[in-house]
Protein backbone atom coordinates (compact mmCIF):
# COMPACT_ATOMS: atom_id res chain seq x y z
CA UNK A 1 0.00 0.00 0.00
CA UNK A 2 1.60 3.55 -0.90
CA UNK A 3 1.70 5.97 1.99
CA UNK A 4 -1.44 8.46 1.86
CA UNK A 5 0.91 11.70 2.57
CA UNK A 6 4.02 12.41 1.40
CA UNK A 7 7.24 12.36 3.37
CA UNK A 8 8.07 16.57 4.03
CA UNK A 9 11.99 17.39 3.41
CA UNK A 10 13.47 18.97 6.56
CA UNK A 11 15.46 21.82 6.28
CA UNK A 12 18.44 22.97 8.30
CA UNK A 13 17.54 26.70 9.85
CA UNK A 14 20.73 28.55 10.58
CA UNK A 15 20.26 30.08 14.02
CA UNK A 16 22.99 33.13 13.07
CA UNK A 17 21.62 34.50 9.83
CA UNK A 18 18.03 33.61 10.66
CA UNK A 19 17.10 31.58 7.58
CA UNK A 20 17.33 27.89 6.04
CA UNK A 21 20.70 27.37 4.72
CA UNK A 22 19.39 25.88 1.27
CA UNK A 23 17.63 29.28 1.00
CA UNK A 24 14.30 28.00 0.51
CA UNK A 25 11.53 30.34 1.63
CA UNK A 26 8.10 28.24 1.30
CA UNK A 27 5.71 29.32 4.32
CA UNK A 28 5.54 25.71 4.94
CA UNK A 29 8.59 25.02 4.80
CA UNK A 30 9.74 22.27 7.88
CA UNK A 31 13.26 23.03 9.64
CA UNK A 32 15.37 22.32 12.35
CA UNK A 33 18.62 23.35 14.03
CA UNK A 34 19.36 20.02 14.55
CA UNK A 35 21.92 18.42 11.40
CA UNK A 36 20.99 15.09 12.81
CA UNK A 37 17.29 15.42 11.48
CA UNK A 38 17.97 17.04 8.62
CA UNK A 39 16.91 15.25 5.16
CA UNK A 40 16.81 18.06 2.73
CA UNK A 41 20.01 17.17 0.65
CA UNK A 42 20.79 20.53 -0.36
CA UNK A 43 20.96 21.45 2.93
CA UNK A 44 23.07 18.86 4.28
CA UNK A 45 25.87 19.33 1.24
CA UNK A 46 25.79 23.13 2.30
CA UNK A 47 26.42 21.44 6.69
CA UNK A 48 29.22 19.64 4.74
CA UNK A 49 31.36 22.52 3.06
CA UNK A 50 30.67 24.79 6.26
CA UNK A 51 32.23 22.79 9.04
CA UNK A 52 31.25 25.81 11.28
CA UNK A 53 27.68 25.04 11.05
CA UNK A 54 28.05 21.86 11.52
CA UNK A 55 29.97 22.21 14.58
CA UNK A 56 28.05 24.75 16.00
CA UNK A 57 25.01 22.77 15.78
CA UNK A 58 26.70 19.67 17.68
CA UNK A 59 28.59 21.73 20.51
CA UNK A 60 25.26 22.68 21.63
CA UNK A 61 25.02 22.81 25.49
CA UNK A 62 23.32 20.00 26.74
CA UNK A 63 20.13 20.55 29.76
CA UNK A 64 21.70 20.61 33.35
CA UNK A 65 25.46 20.90 31.93
CA UNK A 66 27.84 23.01 33.88
CA UNK A 67 29.15 26.30 32.18
Request: hydrophobic share 40%.
Amino acid sequence: MDTLTPAALIHFYDTRSHEIVCGVRAFDARSTKHPRQVTCQACVALLGERPSLAAAARSEPTAGAAP
